[in-house]
Every structure is written in C-alpha cells, then in structure tokens.
C-alpha cells in the first residue's frame, strides 16, 4: 500500500467526499416545515431567547406601539452606556482596559484602590508564564495561524496546573484572570516564532512589564524595538475595550455557555470559544475589511471621486470584485441596523490616528464606503432594518494603520474578549444550570437491515 501524505487529499478521499456530501444534505423547504430556527434565529433574523444574563445588553430597537422599530444601537456593560464609559477614561487620559474588565467580572465600577489592587494582580499573574512554556511550547511546533497555536497553548496549560478540573467558583476566577493576562503572551509569542521560524525572521521575545498597561505591553512585547506612540497604545486600548464583549448570543460567547454547561474544565472551554472565534463570520471580519480595502485601492483610481467608488461597491455585490462573495465587509450587523455604537466610538480616534500615520486619504477613502455602501446596497435589495458600518470596518483600519500584522488580528479580539467568556463562563456556573441540549429533528425514513452478503 503506498504511504499517504499526511494532507494529501487522495482521490479515495474526493469520492468519498462526494457520499458525505449527497447524504448531508437537506431540503431547505423542511427547515420550513418543522418551523426550524436556523442559527437560533427566526425568520426575520431575530435571536431565539435561549438565556438571561446581566453582564451586558445590545439594543437596537425599540418598542413603539406594540411593535419592533431599528433605532441608532447601544450597548451596555452592566447597564451602563458604552459610550459612557469610554468617555469617562478618555476624557481622563486613562487606559480602559483594567476597569472594564473589572466592571464585566464583578458588576461595579472600581474605586482608585482596587483599581490598583486588580491591576497588580493582573501585571503579577502576566510574569507567571511557565518558565519552560515559550521555549517546549510555543517554539517548538509553530503555525502560520495564530489562533491555532493561542487554542494550542491554552490547552496545553492544563498540563501545567495541578486543579485544571476544579470548578469551584474561586479556582475558574483564578483560572480566568491568568488567561487574561496570559492571552497577549501568547498570540504574540506565537508570531515571533512563526516570523523566525517560518519567514526567517529575527527572534524578539520581550518580557512583559509590570508599569504598562495591557495595551501598551501588547505593543512592547510585539515591536522589536518596543516603541510606540501615545495615540497608538490609547486606540489599542479602546479596541479591546470596545471588542470585550456583546452580548451572551454572539456565536463564541454561546460556545463559552454550551461548553460550560457541561462541567468541563476552563481551558478546555476557552479553547472551544477560541475556535468559534477564529472563524472568518465571527471574528476573522476586520481582516476581510482590509483585503477588500487594498483590492479597492488597486481598482480606483481617483479615491475621491463617488461615482467610482459607487462602481466598485456595486462590483462586489454583483460578485465580480475582490473575492467574488457578493458582500460588502465591514458594512451591515447581525443585530445592529441603523448604527453600531462601537463603530461610531472607533470613527472619532482613526480621524486622528490617520493624521498621525499621514493616512488621511486612506480615511476619507473610508468615511465615502461608509456613506455609500448603504445606498448602493438599497439599489440592489430591499432594506428591511437598515445597513451602517460595523465596529470592523474601523478596527481593521486602524490595525493596519499601526502597522499590526494581519495575523494578529483576530488574536487582538481574543484578547479582548476573553474578558467576556470568563464572565459568562462563571455566570453560567453560579446559576447552576442544566446542560445545554436544544432539540434535532431527524427526517431520515427508517429502513431494514440487509445483510452484506445481499447488498
């Protein structure tokens, strides 16, 4: 028998392959019939209430007469406006992060005092990386996915602690907080190895400082010469602020409750919310938002002019533009129609990071897609909640404004929203609640057994 490449797809495999496919599928008409929720959804997309949380609350309509009206979107954190809070630590110069994580995990806003008190102990468990990790771990299989090797180490860290499986209350926080203060750690120690090893890159690996901040420590642990602007480590911090968490509905935060539901272990269900995130409809969408943008910048040619950025965005809707997807990235929500809150906090800080990088063209380039993608998406189909852009359309810009390798950027989410996982994976214990099973309609006719001589 000759040897199988380990990746190869043989033709054994396509003809299989073939069986698999014809087999699993189903007629849309039935999903119809047995008035199925495809993706938890109705048929006007709206979600199937499958739980209650208090941690955080999308809003994008409103109740006027007894029916649903899309207003402008908010999003809250423990009831209070995100706009709100950014406000409060921008207008006071301060990095968000820590407070914010705070706030999430245990419900209130903190004072000076534990302000400090949280964010020592973060900067304390972020020096407390195993020793050995980076070198056994991290460097010794690579992969060019950076989601690969953050799920990968996660894992791995069960290995390394002696109540992996208790999940008592007080050992899951535990748990969570190292994660946190681990996560920048190892998604950008897993670059630095995929750089040397892979594209014959020097090998930078930075120790973490104790007086930075989460956002400034991923920019000095990530850039050789670990230098970076004010604005730079500022914008950074408000995108992990603003990408923290939304909701218990959004695909990854599910996972974080499906999986927790099992009484499994924290690693392994950081590891399964990893994965949902790392997909390109969950949180792989900034990355489409820039390919598409540099496509763009290829095919325009005067960046200004309307009419022939009209011309393209109808090109990708009729699919003969970029990747042929037929869609617009970074334009229109799941839940949000006539604004995401996110994106309209993100906007205000590119316009001067833009300035700082000499980008300004490149911005402006931005604000006419915003402005017209909605119109030139109402040409082609009706509008039933309204389109605007969403919080990828800025962050993707703003990532490639500083420079961040696109392979980080999903990680950057991650780091992020692990703040919301470890919130909901304790919610979801301290309410004590019963596994997550919904129901699957099988419409599969059952058929006798025949025997293999009289197949």
């Not at 990893?274 to 820039?290: E, M």
Request: hydrophobic share 35%; glycine share 6%.
């Amino acid at each position: 028998m000759n040897e199988i490449q380990y990746s190869e797809i043989t033709p054994e495999i396509l003809k299989l392959s073939k069986l698999c496919t014809n087999v699993s599928q189903i007629d849309p008409e039935l999903y119809y019939k047995y008035d199925v929720k495809r993706g938890l959804r109705d048929l006007n997309g709206k979600g199937v209430l499958a739980g209650l949380t208090e941690i955080s609350e999308v809003h994008s309509k409103d109740i006027i007469n007894g029916k649903e009206v899309p207003c402008r979107g908010e999003l809250f954190y423990r009831g209070r406006n995100i706009k709100d809070l950014v406000r409060g630590f921008v207008s006071e110069h301060r990095f968000g992060y820590e407070e914010i994580a705070y706030l999430l995990l245990f419900g209130d806003l903190p004072d000076q005092k534990e302000l400090e008190s949280f964010s020592s102990l973060l900067a304390d468990y972020r020096q407390q990386l195993p020793s050995s990790f980076v070198r056994d771990i991290i460097m010794k299989a690579p992969s060019s996915d950076m989601m690969n090797t953050l799920a990968r180490s996660v894992l791995t860290l069960y290995s390394y602690d002696d109540r992996a499986d208790d999940i008592s209350i007080p050992n899951v926080l535990r748990q969570c907080l190292q994660l946190i203060s681990i996560f920048p750690l190892l998604s950008v120690y897993g670059y630095q190895a995929y750089q040397h090893y892979y594209n014959g890159k020097s090998l930078y690996i930075h120790t973490p400082r104790k007086d930075l901040s989460t956002a400034e420590n991923i920019l000095h642990i990530l850039r050789p010469d670990s230098n970076y602007s004010d604005l730079e480590a500022h914008i950074l911090d408000l995108a992990l602020v603003l990408h923290m968490e939304h909701g218990g509905g959004n695909n990854s935060t599910f996972a974080t409750h499906v999986i927790s539901s099992s009484g499994t272990d924290t690693y392994s269900v950081m590891a399964a919310s990893l994965g949902s995130l790392k997909g390109p409809r969950h949180g792989g969408a900034n990355i489409k938002v820039v390919k598409m943008f540099d496509d763009m910048k290829q095919k325009i040619k005067d960046w200004e002019d309307d009419d022939e950025i009209r011309a393209y965005l109808r090109a990708l809707l009729n699919k003969d533009a970029f990747d042929h997807s037929g869609l617009i990235y970074g334009i229109g929500h799941a839940v949000y129609s006539l604004s995401d809150p996110r994106a309209e906090i993100f906007k205000s800080f590119v316009g001067k990071l833009s300035v700082e990088k000499g980008k300004e063209k490149e911005f402006r380039l931005g604000t006419a897609v915003e402005r017209l993608a909605p119109e030139v998406i109402a040409e082609k189909c009706k509008i039933y909640k309204g389109v605007s852009a969403n919080v990828d359309f800025y962050s993707g810009f703003v990532y490639d404004m500083m420079g961040l390798p696109k392979e980080l950027y999903t990680p950057i989410f991650a780091m992020a929203r692990i703040v919301g996982w470890s919130a909901h994976r304790i919610e979801e214990l301290a309410n004590n609640g019963k596994i997550i099973r919904p129901a699957y309609k099988n419409i599969c006719e059952r058929i006798d057994y025949i025997p293999l001589s009289e197949r």
